[in-house]
């Protein structure tokens, strides 16, 4: 056959290369020369031509082995499909395309490994600090193994490199494992373990395949030092409760167990808590505890030892062997037993008479109720306990007291200053009052004191009393009078009872030196105006009480102000006005006189028949007033040896016979208590021829002159009383004095 034929000789690959006698007619592969592919994969060569309409296509292997492949042809290419790819196909693939007389071919050289999934780490056993342990490293489904390499690392420390370089008998997949024993230590803790597997498939690529796995190391310590502590001892009595805490190290935190140790070895579980607490302990509950720390690799158990002991059979009574109990009040006897689990209790009276109260048992504990105390309970009560065997009796002595109020302060009449008062402190219902005391004490100083001593059988509520007599004095007020009442409670309160009442003194004084003061005066014209004022001293200030006698003594009351005042005075005013000065202690009282008087006026002093006559002629001398009443007219006849009061009838005074000696001034004065007027005229009696010469003009004028008074309206007062009125009487100028 003409033709050129060129030949290539690789290492591993062959390639015929047929050229055609056309020219254009040329054949092409893919892949080109050879192709490495995993056992299992899908591969497909293509065949292809150009330069012919029609080429056939047919596949052989250079060893004329079968072709475990599937062909399919497509005008100018051909396809040859492997699926799945196997140890069958490792072979040299030649394709042959034909165009009538001219043929080509050219061969592909298909390479097949195996290296399908990564290495698995395998260690003999969990990792425990100085333990040898045995790692692995598997690499499944090599081929060709004879070109696996794997390296085995911790952290950045190779451990192991290995080649598996033995020869290949036969064509399959094995599973090649490179293995290392190492002793992990503490440090390893967090470290990987690294296996690296490199298959070395391509010599033409110089980078192997290469597939990698890693597992964290988990070192750990098996459980140690396992530890107890009990709180608060393994010495307890019956009731008591304990606590026990367990600690354990390890890696892991060990988790911990706590169990009993029976009788047989056994252990009975209790807790998976670190700390185990008994609470309320029976003398069964003693015995052995084993606490147990375990973690994955280890255990580790510790034991205590607990004792239970039997608690003391004990009976407490309370409130305690005396006490001392207020008749009326309730009073409960306590007895309680400790150590029993159920005790019988019972309760009697010393003398075996009865309880007189209400007894209520419950457990391990009974009481006795007196409610309420009475005398029938003073006893000494006992309480007997009987637990199994053992027996047991306590004894309380109830004694009675009453004290039950506050002592009584009572005075035998108001404090009045300088008066003798009796102070009464009353102390009511007291038992027994042969243990009472009362004092009575102001402001600290003790003024009187009783002991109240008498011993008696009876059995009675007493009422106590101490009673003092003292003098007030004004310094006393606001002092503190305090009534003090102890009951002495013998040898069982060293402290007597004490209650006490206070009472403050207010020392009254009575009401003196009562004055009043009158203004502008107590004799007055009709129509002015008065003020009486009143005081009076004394404690409590007194009340002023201003009141009016009337004619019988009796007194009107007007006022309780200090100052009456009338703004206009009529005559009816006129009186005797009381004032008193009134307080608890007393009354003192002033009285005044209010005189309201109308002034005299509008006198005459007239003569008849003339103020000239002869001797012998009746002559009538009279004197008028005004309609004022109370008004005094007298009539006068003045000389020079003293005036001559004239005896008149309603103010007329008659002279029968005229004599010379009947001549003269003669004056009339009316008057009353506000003020006097006076009127005068001189008579003139002429002789009968002779005597001429008598009558003296001037004489008459100086009497006009001097005798004519005419009081000031209002201020002039005249000081004399009624007794006084009938002889001679003196005026006074206006008075104001105290009165
Ligand atoms: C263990 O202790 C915890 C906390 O101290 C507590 O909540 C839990 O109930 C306990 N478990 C047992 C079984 O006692
Ligand atoms: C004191 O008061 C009490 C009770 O009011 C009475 O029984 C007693 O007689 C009084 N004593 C005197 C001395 O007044
Ligand atoms: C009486 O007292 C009043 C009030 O103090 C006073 O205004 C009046 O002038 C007094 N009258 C006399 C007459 O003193
Ligand atoms: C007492 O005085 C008051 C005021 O000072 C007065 O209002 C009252 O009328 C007076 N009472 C008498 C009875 O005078």
């Known amino acids: 056959m003409p033709g050129k034929m060129v030949a290539i000789f690789g290492a591993s690959e062959l390639l015929w290369i047929v050229f055609a006698a056309s020219q254009a007619f040329k054949i092409e592969t893919s892949p080109d020369y050879s192709t490495l592919v995993q056992i299992g994969d899908t591969i497909?060569?293509?065949?292809?031509?150009?330069?012919?309409?029609?080429?056939?296509?047919?596949?052989?292997?250079?060893?004329?082995?079968?072709?475990n492949a599937k062909v399919s042809h497509e005008r100018t290419k051909s396809t040859l499909t492997m699926d799945p790819v196997s140890f069958d196909?490792?072979?040299?693939?030649?394709?042959?395309?034909?165009?009538?007389?001219?043929?080509?071919?050219?061969?592909i050289q298909v390479e097949i490994y195996s290296f399908p999934k990564d290495p698995e780490i395998h260690l003999s056993g969990p990792l425990e600090v100085g333990k040898p342990i045995t790692a692995q490293c598997v690499v499944?489904?090599?081929?060709?193994?004879?070109?696996?390499?794997?390296?085995?690392?911790?952290?950045?420390?190779?451990?192991?490199?290995?080649?598996?370089?033995?020869?290949?008998?036969?064509?399959?997949?094995?599973?090649?494992?490179?293995?290392?024993?190492?002793?992990?230590?503490?440090?390893?803790?967090?470290?990987?373990?690294?296996?690296?597997?490199k298959l070395h498939i391509d010599e033409m690529n110089s980078a192997p395949k290469e597939r990698e796995t890693t597992k964290e190391l988990q070192v750990y310590i098996s459980p140690r030092n396992t530890v107890i502590s009990v709180q608060p001892s393994t010495r307890l009595q019956e009731g008591d409760s304990v606590t026990m805490t367990c600690s354990s190290e390890g890696l892991p935190a060990p988790e911990i167990f706590w169990s009993k140790k029976l009788e047989n070895e056994n252990l009975q579980p209790l807790s998976g808590n670190s700390t185990l607490t008994l609470i309320a302990m029976r003398i069964e509950d003693s015995g052995i505890y084993v606490c147990e720390g375990a973690n994955l690799i280890g255990r580790h158990r510790t034991e205590v030892e607990l004792v239970v002991q039997e608690k003391p059979f004990t009976m407490d009574i309370s409130p305690g062997s005396r006490v001392a109990a207020q008749i009326g009040d309730t009073m409960v006897l306590t007895c309680s037993v400790t150590g029993c689990e159920s005790p019988s209790l019972s309760w009697r009276t010393q003398i075996d008479s009865p309880l007189s109260g209400q007894v209520q048992s419950v457990r391990a504990k009974s009481t006795l109720t007196l409610s309420p105390v009475s005398f029938k309970n003073e006893h000494s009560y006992l309480c007997t306990a009987t637990c199994g065997p053992k027996k047991q009796e306590k004894g309380i002595q109830v004694e009675l007291y009453s004290f039950p109020r506050d002592?009584?302060?009572?005075?035998?009449?108001?404090?009045?200053?300088?008066?003798p008062v009796t102070v009464n402190c009353t102390v009511p219902n007291v038992y027994p009052f042969d243990h009472l005391e009362i004092e009575l004490l102001k402001e600290g100083t003790i003024l009187a004191s009783k002991q109240f001593l008498e011993g008696t059988d009876r059995k009675s509520l007493?009422?106590?009393?101490?009673?003092?007599?003292?003098?007030?004095?004004?310094?006393?007020t606001g002092k503190a009078l305090v009534c003090l009442a102890k009951l002495h409670m013998g040898e069982m309160e060293s402290e007597p009872k004490q209650r006490q009442s206070t009472q403050t003194l207010y020392v009254n004084v009575a009401p003196k030196d009562t004055t009043v003061f009158v203004s502008?005066?107590?004799?007055?014209?009709?129509?002015?105006?008065?003020?009486?004022?009143?005081?009076?001293?004394?404690?409590?200030?007194?009340?002023?009480?201003?009141?009016?006698?009337?004619?019988?003594?009796?007194?009107?009351?007007?006022?309780?102000?200090?100052?009456?005042?009338?703004?206009?005075t009529k005559i009816e005013d006129s009186g005797i006005y009381v004032c008193e000065g009134i307080n608890q202690a007393g009354i003192s009282r002033k009285e005044i006189e209010l005189i309201v008087q109308v002034f005299p006026k509008d006198i005459q002093l007239t003569v008849f028949p003339s103020e000239s006559v002869k001797e012998g002629d009746t002559v009538i001398i009279s004197c008028t007033c005004g309609n004022v009443p109370e008004t005094w007219i007298i009539l006068k006849k003045k000389a020079v040896t003293g005036d001559t009061v004239l005896r008149s009838v309603d103010g007329a005074y008659t002279i029968r016979k005229a004599q010379l000696e009947d001549a003269g001034v003669y004056e009339c004065e009316s008057k009353n208590k506000v003020g006097s007027q006076l009127r005068s005229l001189t008579l003139d009696v002429?002789?009968?021829?002779?005597?001429?010469?008598?009558?003296?003009?001037?004489?008459?004028?100086?009497?006009c002159a001097s005798s004519l008074i005419i009081p000031a309206i209002g201020m002039t007062i005249y000081f004399a009383r009624k007794a006084n009125m009938k002889g001679s009487y003196s005026l006074v100028d206006a008075q104001k004095s105290k009165v």
Request: hydrophobic share 30%; net charge negative; charged share 25%.
């Open 140 to 197: 499944p489904d090599v081929y060709p193994f004879d070109r696996l390499e794997v390296d085995l690392l911790k952290g950045d420390h190779l451990m192991k490199n290995q080649d598996f370089l033995e020869d290949m008998e036969r064509k399959s997949l094995e599973t090649k494992t490179l293995e290392v024993t190492f002793t992990p230590v503490i440090e390893d803790i967090g470290k990987a373990l690294v296996c690296r597997a």
């Open 520 to 568: 502008p005066s107590s004799i007055l014209e009709e129509g002015s105006s008065v003020n009486m004022t009143c005081f009076s001293d004394g404690f409590p200030d007194p009340k002023i009480l201003w009141s009016r006698q009337l004619s019988n003594g009796a007194l009107q009351p007007l006022s309780e102000n200090t100052t009456l005042t009338f703004i206009s």
């Open 89 to 107: 196909n490792e072979h040299s693939y030649l394709c042959t395309a034909t165009c009538g007389s001219g043929k080509m071919e050219k061969g």
């Open 462 to 476: 007493e009422t106590k009393s101490l009673d003092m007599t003292f003098t007030p004095t004004t310094e006393d």
């Open 407 to 419: 002592p009584e302060i009572e005075m035998s009449g108001l404090l009045v200053s300088g008066s």
């Open 44 to 67: 497909s060569l293509t065949c292809s031509t150009t330069g012919c309409e029609s080429p056939s296509f047919s596949w052989r292997t250079q060893i004329d082995s079968p072709l």
């Open 686 to 703: 002429k002789g009968r021829e002779n005597n001429k010469d008598y009558f003296s003009p001037e004489l008459l004028v100086l009497y």
